[in-house]
């Protein structure tokens, strides 16, 4: 089964960027579905941006604009861009994979910590 392990995250001024990145310990060239969430204190789990195969892509309305979702199938790495970083983007990242008919892989998770 494979391995996710997000890395990337930390603390950032408000403003900044940070650039996630999610490694699979095996190919990801037939995964259809990676996605990223989040979870800020006290708070749920959200979606925050898709990407499938087929390169569609989803994001949530408060990171367009700003936020980036791609995946490098040659690497095995999917990434996430953040631009203009908030506070309110404080959060837990995990990095998720799934395909059709299997259960979805979920990485241990990056803090990001948007803070003045």
């Known amino acids: 089964q494979v391995q996710l392990v997000e890395s990337g995250g930390g603390l950032v001024q408000p403003g900044g960027s940070l650039r996630l990145a999610c490694a699979a310990s095996?190919?990801?060239?037939?995964?259809?579905?990676m996605a990223w969430y989040r979870q800020a204190p006290g708070r749920q789990r959200e979606l925050v941006a898709s990407l499938t195969r087929g390169g569609r892509f989803f994001k949530i309305d408060s990171v367009k604009g700003r936020f980036a979702i791609s995946r490098d199938n040659a690497r095995n790495t999917m990434y996430l861009q953040m631009n203009n970083l908030k506070p309110e983007d404080t959060a837990v990242y995990y990095c998720?994979?799934?395909?059709?008919?299997?259960?979805?892989?979920w990485g241990q998770g990056t803090q990001v910590t948007v803070s003045s």
């Open positions: 998720t994979a799934k395909s059709l008919g299997s259960d979805a892989i």
């Open positions: 095996e190919s990801i060239f037939m995964i259809d579905d």
